[in-house]
């Protein structure tokens, strides 16, 4: 069993397989990249194999796979086939803006993945546009019902912003609703990376606006999720992701890694550490020794609520 310096079961794992993606949304990385890490430099899929090996063998119940757009990286599906085949009740999840879904969608549940978190971040074509700076909204949809129609769970993650799809959250519900999906509302983590002037809204805010159409009630926290779960009148249930806040932080369960070999405590914390040089030379009990290092100095609770800085960290690198 995995446990951090302050008691806490550390079960998930997420892995970020690429930082490139093909989307240029507003609040994570609007304009051209500057500059990729070269793939040579990423570990490739066995190398993350064998560490993520270490990982479920020492009590990881949960692996999601997230980019940037993993679908981005060729042969994903081999690499979920591996984790699958390996434990094959491994809760098995990937995060994706659902652009290259519709092609892949039964490799994927074949291949053994369970669940999808897809963004969604409007249902009008020309407000994704301006959201994603592409015309996304048709394919993104076909992957939706590809995804749907393989069997796969689906989660629809929307970021509400100010001027932008503010007025759709309600039609976004419904969406949700009708197909039986769950959705959550994240606020806008202000980065170095999002378009200069991008305003979101906090999760008052976002309740405000879902009361001008829904009775609801908040629910009480279980589990390590880090939604804060709402329930409607017919029994719905929709969450908020308020990373301004960090009650969620008592039950943290989770580490990151990315492409690149960097092991990460917390997502609002700059502290991590690099497996890449262990697991390059298949040494596999310093890989070990790093990432219970990571685990013995993971915060208590993260850094963004103390000061409401302007974040440095790259959110495509790491997944959110």
């Given at each position: 069993?995995?446990?951090?310096?302050?008691?806490?079961v550390v079960d998930y794992l997420?892995?970020?397989?690429?930082?490139?993606?093909?989307?240029?949304?507003?609040?994570?990385?609007?304009?051209?990249?500057?500059?990729?890490?070269?793939?040579?430099?990423?570990?490739?899929?066995?190398?993350?194999?064998?560490?993520?090996?270490?990982?479920?063998?020492?009590?990881v119940k949960k692996v999601r796979?997230?980019?940037?757009?993993?679908?981005?990286?060729?042969?994903?599906?081999?690499?979920?086939?591996?984790?699958?085949?390996?434990?094959?009740?491994?809760?098995?999840?990937?995060?994706t803006n659902g652009y290259l879904?519709?092609?892949?969608?039964?490799?994927?549940?074949?291949?053994?993945?369970?669940?999808?978190?897809?963004?969604?971040?409007?249902?009008?074509?020309?407000?994704?546009?301006?959201?994603?700076?592409?015309?996304?909204?048709?394919?993104?949809?076909?992957?939706?019902?590809?995804?749907?129609?393989?069997?796969?769970?689906?989660?629809?993650?929307?970021?509400?912003?100010?001027?932008?799809?503010?007025?759709?959250?309600?039609?976004?519900?419904?969406?949700?609703?009708?197909?039986?999906?769950?959705?959550?509302?994240?606020?806008?983590?202000?980065?170095?990376?999002?378009?200069?002037?991008?305003?979101?809204?906090?999760?008052?805010?976002?309740?405000?606006?879902?009361?001008?159409?829904?009775?609801?009630?908040?629910?009480?926290?279980?589990?390590?999720?880090?939604?804060?779960?709402?329930?409607?009148?017919?029994?719905?249930?929709?969450?908020?992701?308020?990373?301004?806040?960090?009650?969620?932080?008592?039950?943290?369960?989770?580490?990151?890694?990315?492409?690149?070999?960097?092991?990460?405590?917390?997502?609002?914390?700059?502290?991590?550490?690099?497996?890449?040089?262990?697991?390059?030379?298949?040494?596999?009990?310093?890989?070990?020794?790093?990432?219970?290092?990571?685990?013995?100095?993971?915060?208590?609770?993260?850094?963004?609520?103390?000061?409401?800085?302007?974040?440095?960290?790259?959110?495509?690198?790491?997944?959110?």
């Amino acid at each position: 069993m995995l446990k951090d310096g302050h008691g806490r079961v550390v079960d998930y794992l997420r892995v970020s397989v690429t930082e490139r993606c093909n989307f240029r949304c507003q609040y994570c990385m609007p304009e051209k990249p500057f500059s990729w890490v070269p793939k040579e430099e990423l570990l490739s899929y066995e190398e993350l194999f064998e560490f993520i090996k270490v990982c479920i063998d020492g009590g990881v119940k949960k692996v999601r796979i997230t980019g940037g757009e993993p679908l981005l990286r060729d042969g994903l599906d081999n690499f979920i086939r591996m984790i699958s085949e390996y434990k094959n009740d491994i809760d098995l999840a990937l995060t994706t803006n659902g652009y290259l879904l519709p092609k892949v969608a039964q490799k994927l549940a074949d291949a053994g993945l369970k669940r999808l978190n897809i963004s969604l971040d409007s249902l009008k074509p020309e407000v994704a546009q301006k959201v994603a700076q592409k015309d996304i909204l048709k394919t993104v949809l076909k992957g939706i019902e590809a995804a749907d129609k393989a069997g796969l769970k689906i989660k629809i993650n929307t970021v509400p912003m100010q001027g932008i799809n503010d007025s759709e959250l309600c039609d976004i519900i419904e969406f949700c609703k009708t197909r039986g999906y769950a959705v959550r509302f994240i606020e806008f983590m202000e980065n170095d990376h999002a378009k200069f002037g991008a305003k979101g809204y906090n999760s008052t805010q976002i309740q405000d606006i879902l009361k001008t159409k829904y009775k609801f009630e908040k629910q009480e926290r279980n589990g390590t999720s880090p939604s804060q779960n709402y329930i409607m009148d017919d029994g719905y249930v929709f969450g908020i992701i308020e990373p301004h806040k960090d009650d969620f932080c008592a039950n943290c369960n989770r580490i990151r890694l990315t492409a690149s070999g960097v092991l990460i405590p917390c997502l609002y914390f700059e502290d991590s550490q690099s497996i890449k040089e262990a697991i390059k030379n298949k040494d596999i009990d310093k890989a070990t020794a790093i990432l219970k290092d990571v685990l013995l100095n993971k915060p208590e609770k993260n850094r963004w609520s103390e000061n409401s800085e302007i974040s440095t960290r790259a959110f495509y690198e790491t997944g959110g």
